[in-house]
C-alpha cells in the first residue's frame, strides 16, 4: 500500500484504541464492566447491535458472496424483521427486568442449574468458533496486503484485540461500534463510487446492472421450497427466523447489548433500528460484490484472486497445467468481455443474453479447473477463492487514500467485533461459572481480573480457530453454519421457559440433549440447508421437552418475570 494509506490506517487504529482505553474508566465494577451500569441510549445500542454483525467478515465474505452468487444471500435476512418485533416484545422486558448479567442467569430462575449450565457451554463453543472466523476474515486481507504467513496475521489481529477487550468492557466497546458503523458505511458507499466509476465510457449502470442480471447475480428471490438448497425465500423466512431469533434473543453477544440500555423502552427501540435498516445495508454490500463482478467483466481478473497459491502452484511441477489453463483463461475471459460490450449495448436481446451467460460459465469452469489445481498441489482440501476476491479488488483497483480508508474500516470493524465477542465470552464464563459455581462471594475487583483473564483464554482460542476457519468455504457461511449448529436448540429452551409454564427444568434439559443429538444427525447424514437446522433443533427442543415435562414428578418453577 502506499504510504498514505498507512497513515490513514493508523490514524483510525491509534484514534479507537484511545477512545476504547479512555471509557474503561467507568468500568472498575463489574456492573460498568459488563453492562455500562445500564445506561447506554438506544441508537447507540442499535447501531452497537448492528456493528457486531458489520463486521469484517461482512465486508470480506458477503462482497465475495456477492461477486460469486450475486444476492441470492440476501433472502437469508428476510426473516429478521419479524424476529426483531418479536424478540422486543418477549424477550427484552424478561431479561431487562430479571436484573441478569446473562441470558442464562434468566433459565436458572425459570428451570434449575443445569440447565443454565448448559445452554451457556453451548453458547461459548458457538460463538468462540465463530469469533475464530471473524477474526481469519482481517488476516486474509492482511495476508495478502503484507504478503504475510497467515497464521502469522491472525495472531497480529488476534492478540492485541484479545488484550485491549481487557482493558474496555461493555461500554468501551458500543461506543467503538458506533464510530466503526459510520466510517464502514461511508467506505461502502465510497467504494461502490469508485466501481460506478470504473465502467467503460459507453456502458451505463443500468446497463451493467443487466448484465449482471443476466448472470445470475440480480436475483434475490427464490421461491422453490427445496430443503437441500441453502438460500431460498422459504429458508429465510423460516429457517432466518429462526435463527435470528436465537441469535438476537438467546446470544449472548446480542442480549448484553440492549441489557446495557436505559430500559426496557430503548432496548426495544434499539433492536427495532436493524428491523428497518438491515436488509437494505446488507443489500447494499452485496450489491458492492455484484459490481465487483461487473467490473471485472471489462477489467481482466486474476485466474486465481489467492496470490500466495497462485505462486506455489507456479513453482511446482503442475506449472506447465496451470499455464494451460491460464491461457485458456485469458481466451474466455475475451469471449466473455466482448459478449458483456455486446450485451450492455444491445438491450433485451435473449440471444446475447444466452451467450454472455454461457461465456460467464465457461469462465467459472476454468477458475474452478484452477482451483482443483490449487487443491491438488497444495493439500488444502478446503480451498475456494471467494474470501480473496475483494481484498485483492481493495488493495490493487481503488485510488490512494480510499484503500487506507477501507483497510481501516475492515481493521477496526474486526477489532470492534471480536471485542464485543471476547466480552460477551468473558462475561458468560466467569458470571454463569466462576462466580456460579467455584467463588460465589468474592469482590468486584477479583471478578474484574478473573474476567481479564478469561478474555485472553477465549482470545487464543479464537485464534486457534481461525487457522483452520478460511480454508472452510465463503466466511460469512461459516459463521452461520457454525451458529446454525448452536442456535436452534438454545432457541426451544429460551421458548420452554418464556412460553409454557408447565415446562419443568428436567424437560428443558432432555430436551436440549435432543435437539443437539437431532442437529448433529441431519449436519451429517442428510442433504438439509444448515439454515433449517435451527427450525429442526428448536422443533425437537420443544417436543421432547413438553414431554418430559408432562411426566416429570417435579413442579416448574416460575421464576421472575
Not at 446495557?260 to 445495508?281: N, T
Not at 481501516?408 to 462475561?427: C, D, P, Y
Request: proline share 3%; charged share 15%; net charge neutral.
Amino acid at each position: 500500500m502506499h504510504p498514505i494509506d498507512w497513515i490513514i490506517v493508523v490514524l483510525y487504529l491509534v484514534w479507537i484504541v484511545a477512545d476504547g482505553l479512555r471509557r474503561t474508566k467507568a468500568a472498575d465494577k463489574i456492573d460498568g464492566y459488563f453492562l455500562a451500569n445500564r445506561s447506554l441510549p438506544w441508537w447507540a445500542v442499535g447501531l452497537s447491535v448492528m456493528a457486531t454483525q458489520l463486521s469484517a467478515i461482512t465486508l470480506v465474505g458477503t462482497t465475495g458472496q456477492g461477486y460469486g452468487d450475486g444476492l441470492r444471500f440476501v433472502q437469508f435476512y428476510y426473516g429478521l424483521p419479524i424476529a426483531m418485533i418479536i424478540l422486543s416484545l418477549t424477550v427484552v422486558p424478561f431479561f431487562t427486568n430479571a436484573k441478569v448479567y446473562t441470558a442464562y442467569e434468566y433459565l436458572e430462575q425459570r428451570f434449575d442449574a443445569k440447565t443454565r449450565s448448559f445452554t451457556s457451554i453451548l453458547f461459548l463453543c458457538s460463538r468462540g468458533m465463530s469469533c475464530g472466523v471473524i477474526i481469519a476474515a482481517p488476516a486474509v486481507i492482511l495476508s495478502i496486503v503484507l504478503q504475510w504467513n497467515l497464521a502469522l496475521t491472525i495472531l497480529a489481529i488476534g492478540a492485541p484485540t484479545a488484550l485491549y477487550t481487557m482493558f474496555g468492557g461493555v461500554q468501551a466497546v458500543a461506543w467503538a461500534d458506533v464510530k466503526q458503523m459510520f466510517v464502514i458505511v461511508f467506505a461502502v458507499f465510497a467504494t461502490a463510487a469508485a466501481l460506478v466509476a470504473a465502467l467503460p465510457d459507453s456502458v451505463g449502470v443500468g446497463q451493467a446492472l443487466h448484465v449482471a442480471a443476466a448472470a445470475g447475480r440480480l436475483r434475490a428471490f427464490d421461491f422453490r421450497f427445496d430443503l437441500t438448497e441453502t438460500y431460498t425465500f422459504w429458508s429465510g423466512m423460516i429457517g432466518g427466523l429462526f435463527l435470528m431469533l436465537s441469535y438476537f434473543g438467546c446470544d449472548q453477544s446480542q442480549v448484553q447489548r440492549y441489557l446495557a440500555a436505559k430500559s426496557v423502552d430503548e432496548g426495544r427501540q434499539a433492536l427495532l433500528m436493524s428491523a428497518y435498516f438491515k436488509i437494505p445495508l446488507q443489500a447494499m454490500i452485496l450489491l458492492l460484490g455484484v459490481f465487483v463482478f461487473i467490473f471485472y467483466l471489462f477489467h481482466e481478473p486474476p485466474m486465481l484472486f489467492n496470490p500466495v497459491y497462485e505462486n506455489r502452484v507456479q513453482s511446482s511441477d503442475r506449472a506447465a497445467d496451470y499455464g494451460a489453463i491460464e491461457k485458456e483463461f485469458k481466451e474466455a475471459f475475451e469471449l466473455r468481455r466482448g459478449l458483456a460490450q455486446t450485451l450492455a449495448s444491445s438491450g433485451s436481446d435473449s440471444a446475447a443474453e444466452a451467450a454472455f451467460a454461457a461465456a460467464d460459465r465457461r469462465v467459472a469452469e476454468i477458475r474452478g479447473r484452477a482451483a482443483g489445481l490449487v487443491r491438488d498441489v497444495t493439500g488444502d482440501r478446503g480451498y475456494q477463492d471467494v474470501n480473496y476476491v475483494f481484498p485483492t479488488f481493495v488493495t490493487t483497483q481503488l485510488p490512494i487514500g480510499l484503500v487506507g480508508l477501507f483497510i481501516a474500516a475492515i481493521f477496526a470493524a474486526a477489532m470492534s467485533s471480536i471485542a464485543a465477542e471476547l466480552n460477551a465470552l468473558s462475561t458468560a464464563t466467569v458470571i454463569d461459572f466462576y462466580r456460579r459455581h467455584f467463588k460465589t462471594d468474592a469482590t468486584d475487583e477479583h471478578y474484574l481480573r478473573v474476567s481479564k483473564l478469561a478474555t485472553g483464554f477465549w482470545g487464543v482460542f479464537a485464534c486457534g480457530v481461525a487457522m483452520y476457519a478460511t480454508a472452510l468455504g465463503s466466511l460469512i457461511e461459516v459463521v452461520n453454519r457454525f451458529g446454525s449448529f448452536f442456535y436452534g436448540s438454545i432457541l426451544g429452551v429460551f421458548m420452554l421457559a418464556i412460553g409454557f409454564r408447565s415446562a419443568t427444568g428436567n424437560g428443558a434439559f432432555v430436551g436440549l440433549i435432543a435437539g443437539m443429538a437431532s442437529v448433529a444427525w441431519f449436519a451429517s447424514f442428510s442433504r438439509v440447508a444448515f439454515l433449517w437446522h435451527n427450525v429442526i433443533g428448536a422443533v425437537v427442543v420443544l417436543v421432547v421437552g413438553l414431554a418430559v415435562s408432562a411426566i416429570d414428578p417435579r413442579r416448574p418453577r416460575v421464576g421472575r418475570a
